[in-house]
């Protein structure tokens, strides 16, 4: 029912989603992973069950953010599927970096074994009566995204974008991307949007005027977050401890959007 066309994959049997969101980028280093993990973060503080399908394997991990351990995925008690690994607050994670016995291990993979990966992260993982999961999209516009957005029942996307990438048109091929596969956008998250200065609080623009406003009226789409450079986040983040951060105020437009996708 909530194809588009094209043949999408199904889940185990047992397994429930109800919504199914993809964070993408139309470049890598925009701070995509991050905003997947604080997204994720403050859908499950809202008190939805949550899940992050991790399909970015050539980024630092998710896993990392949520502090959880490089030691294998565990099987379902009739062998049949794999079982995410639970983070401290309760989300649901899956990646292949839980599979590399060494974090540091390069993921030397082909397109092809990136999305046969990804469509059994869909289809062989116990994913149990979950609200809300999210797809750490392969970074780009390129085979790997395509593939995933066709086989993942996708019900739509949030754009990161960074200042940086407006001059070059980068989220427009986003856009476009989304446009084609016929999903949904839900709207874009600016990320680095600029720096407060710790001593004065001034905001300050360090990669120039921000144009972020104009783009979405362009394309008609809604400003969900700007989110500022923050070296605590990042130091949060490499801690393992993105449930530590506080994105009650920051994120509250991306939450009240999500919230509407289930009434
Ligand atoms: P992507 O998934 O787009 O490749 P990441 O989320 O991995 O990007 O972020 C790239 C790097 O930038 C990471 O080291 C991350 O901690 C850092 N980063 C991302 N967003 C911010 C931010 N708002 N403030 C400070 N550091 C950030």
Redesign the pocket.
């Known amino acids: 029912t909530r194809t588009a066309g094209i043949e999408k994959l199904p889940l185990a049997e047992g397994s429930s989603v109800k919504k199914v969101i993809g964070i993408v980028?139309g470049?890598?280093?925009?701070?995509?992973?991050?905003?997947?993990?604080l997204l994720a973060s403050a859908m499950n503080k809202e008190g939805f069950h949550v899940g992050i399908l991790d399909a970015?394997i050539?980024?630092?991990s998710i896993p990392k953010a949520f502090g959880l351990l490089h030691d294998g995925v565990a099987l379902s008690e009739d062998g049949k599927s794999m079982v995410p690994e639970t983070s401290n607050g309760g989300v649901e994670i899956i990646s292949t970096n839980l599979l590399l016995e060494n974090e540091t291990d390069p993921v030397i993979w082909r397109g092809s074994m990136i999305a046969n990966a990804v469509k059994q992260f869909w289809q062989e993982v116990e994913w149990k009566e979950i609200d809300y999961l999210f797809v750490?999209m392969p970074?780009g516009t390129g085979d790997v995204p395509l593939t995933v957005f066709q086989s993942l029942p996708i019900d739509g996307v949030i754009i990161?974008t960074s200042p940086q990438d407006l001059v070059s048109m980068i989220v427009e091929k986003a856009v476009r991307m989304a446009e084609k596969m016929h999903v949904p956008i839900l709207g874009i998250v600016e990320?680095?949007s600029y720096l407060l200065c710790p001593h004065c609080n001034e905001k300050i623009d360090v990669f120039g005027e921000s144009h972020i406003e104009e783009l979405c009226q362009k394309e008609g789409l809604e400003l969900l977050a700007k989110?500022?450079?923050?070296?605590q986040?990042?130091s949060f983040?490499?801690a393992g401890a993105v449930e530590a951060i506080d994105t009650k105020e920051s994120l509250k437009d991306a939450v009240a959007c999500l919230k509407r996708l289930i009434k």
Do not use: F, H, Q
Request: aromatic residues 0%; proline residues 13%; hydrophobic residues 25%.
């Open positions: 980028s470049k890598g280093g925009v701070g995509k992973s991050t905003v997947c993990s970015d050539t980024g630092p750490d970074p990161v990320n680095m989110l500022p450079i923050d070296p986040n990042a983040m490499d």
